[in-house]
């Protein structure tokens, strides 16, 4: 459904993402791993339009995307890293505004945003403003938003963050659900276990390049590990943490 040529950022001279090159398919959720700063963010956000790619090309659908592209953005939900939600509207307000943003008729609107709301346990608070809602609230409210206009393609960066185990558990369903009714799903993600658990397909981003792209089952064949844990160490060399952690803690106890 989605496809990245060479994709690449360069912010002055710093490339964070270099010549990138994937695929994301119908009924299949893509994970996007790769550690702090590697450039996941910076690829979404040039796929979702929000920033402009110094190189390569985005295909939706074997169409080449324009910057700023309607028809596209209709047929995107994106749950981004760093929401803005208007903390003066109340849940249902935002929910009444992405829809109108979209383009859809207002009573359908306010039938699908009142369902999604109720399904995602945030009825109650539906005339509260955002400023007054948990993280893990605000975060269902961005969900409800992304599927609002019933997307082809999802792509949610940590949308899972401050979620808590059964808003998890329900949000792991929901990918499911999404990709076996032909939604292609791409899917950021640090909760290792949570990937492992969700993604037919992983691709990892180190220092701004790819450094896998297979199944989970791919992956453990090829590196002859048994998780992703220990693949993805292996893949970011992460060097030895239990070390640096009693480095900090020795630092700060130090007299002066
Ligand atoms: N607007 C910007 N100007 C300059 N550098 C930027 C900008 N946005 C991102 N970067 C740099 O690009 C690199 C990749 O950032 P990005 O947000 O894509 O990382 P990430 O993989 O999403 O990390 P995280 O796991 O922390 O969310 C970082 O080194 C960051 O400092
Ligand atoms: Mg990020």
Redesign the pocket.
């Known amino acids: 459904m989605l496809e990245v040529r060479d994709l690449t950022k360069r912010?002055r001279s710093?490339t964070?993402v270099d010549r990138v090159n994937f695929v994301v398919r119908a009924g299949e959720i893509t994970g996007y791993l790769?550690?702090?700063?590697?450039?996941?963010?910076?690829?979404v956000k040039m796929m979702t339009g929000l920033l402009h790619p110094t190189e390569g090309q985005i295909l939706f659908l074997g169409q080449n995307l324009r910057h700023g592209s309607t028809s596209f953005k209709q047929r995107l939900g994106y749950v981004p890293?760093e929401p803005n939600l208007y903390g003066y509207l109340t849940g249902l307000e935002y929910l009444q505004l992405a829809g109108g943003l979209r383009g859809l008729p207002e009573k359908h609107v306010d039938e699908r945003a009142n369902q999604l709301l109720e399904l995602l346990s945030l009825r109650d608070s539906r005339w509260a403003p955002i400023s007054a809602y948990s993280k893990g609230m605000k975060q269902r409210v961005l969900i409800a938003a992304a599927l609002l206009h019933d997307p082809d393609l999802l792509i949610f960066d940590e949308a899972q963050s401050g979620l808590d185990i059964a808003n998890a558990l329900l949000f792991r369903h929901l990918l499911h659900a999404l990709a076996a009714r032909g939604k292609a799903v791409l899917y950021i993600s640090?909760v290792l276990e949570f990937v492992e658990k969700v993604c037919e397909h992983i691709i990892v981003i180190y220092k701004g390049r790819i450094v896998a792209d297979d199944s989970v089952g791919g992956l453990r064949k090829l590196m002859q590990l048994p998780n992703l844990e220990e693949i993805f160490a292996q893949l970011v060399h992460q060097g030895d943490m239990e070390s640096r952690a009693r480095d900090i803690a020795e630092l700060i106890s130090k007299r002066p």
Request: hydrophobic share 15%.
């Open positions: 912010f710093t964070v790769g550690p702090n700063g590697s450039g996941k963010s910076t690829t890293e640090h």
